[in-house]
């Protein structure tokens, strides 16, 4: 679809300004990355999905949705582990909006589930929302899948991802120890079971088998405020660097390549970037994506 097909069947120039209409018919051919910046993130979260067509080019009514955000540690929205609760609930509410039967939020938590799901804000955020699941992981749930790749062969996957017809992979942008950064590419594994440590032998390579069997439809990068060191988990806010921005793409590998410059880094820097670029399953050269400031 060339890039006034794509603006005339989705609607998307009646809501975008004028400006940013030029800009994106100017920009070069590639898929396109939507960054808005601003202190209200419910806003700016809206803007980044319009500016990629709109949830519902994603999302059709009677879809199950998974929403799939890092809940992973037992920290406040301000300590930058887990994506911020208010991202999450404007990205569930698109879904609503766009005719989602239900909507699904989890993560399997390195910390106690419990405190996790509490202390991160997300629970609270979505307490309320009719048709909207946010559940802790159930064990029995994870599923062995083929997935014939270049490290992992088969590996244990949470049924309710497989089974959902749309995935919308919500991480947040952060250091982390052993990758480098942690963004879209490695939230994939919050639903991975079995024993995650194992992957750290090939992690990159790990993660491109698992990302080419379970694909994000859209991904969504919340850096309102990233963590710059002593990442996964962090807990010290002086690593915390507030950026009030959100991120969005429906190319996985994109979005992952322009969050990596917030932390001054080149998407080469990342293996886990270059590991999926090379198995296809998106864009790391910046010059070949339309970067949309909204």
Not at 51 to 77: L, Q
Not at 198 to 227: E, M, Q
Not at 270 to 294: C, P, Q, S
Request: hydrophobic residues 45%; contains cysteine.
């Amino acid at each position: 679809m060339d890039r006034r097909t794509f603006l005339k069947s989705t609607g998307a120039a009646a809501l975008l300004a004028p400006v940013l209409v030029q800009e994106l018919l100017a920009a070069p051919a590639g898929p396109v990355v939507a960054v808005a910046e601003g202190r209200d993130y419910p806003a700016i979260t809206r803007r980044v999905i319009t500016a990629v067509g709109g949830m519902g080019r994603y999302v059709k009514p009677g879809d199950t949705v998974v929403v799939k955000p890092n809940i992973g540690w037992d920290r406040s929205p301000e300590q930058a582990a887990n994506t911020h609760p208010a991202v999450v609930r404007a990205v569930v509410e698109e879904c609503l909006a766009a005719g989602a039967k239900r909507v699904k939020v989890f993560d399997y938590t390195c910390n106690d589930p419990r405190r996790c799901y509490l202390n991160s804000g997300i629970e609270q955020a979505l307490k309320g929302l009719k048709k909207v699941e946010c559940k802790q992981i159930e064990m029995e749930r994870f599923k062995m899948i083929a997935l014939n790749g270049q490290f992992l062969k088969e590996w244990e996957l949470y049924d309710e991802a497989l089974a959902a017809d749309v995935f919308i992979n919500l991480p947040i942008a952060k250091h982390h120890g052993l990758s480098r950064l942690t963004l879209g590419l490695k939230n994939i594994m919050g639903v991975m079971g079995g024993n995650r440590g194992f992957t750290h032998r090939n992690l990159a390579t790990a993660l491109a088998d698992v990302n080419s069997r379970l694909k994000s439809h859209l991904t969504i990068i919340d850096a309102t405020r990233i963590l710059t060191a002593h990442g996964p988990q962090g807990g010290n806010l002086a690593d915390v660097k507030v950026l009030n921005t959100v991120i969005a793409s429906a190319d996985i590998v994109a979005a992952d390549a322009y969050a990596t410059t917030l932390f001054g880094l080149k998407p080469a820097d990342i293996a886990v970037t270059v590991a999926a670029h090379k198995r296809g399953l998106g864009e790391m050269d910046l010059k070949r994506i339309r970067v949309v400031r909204v």
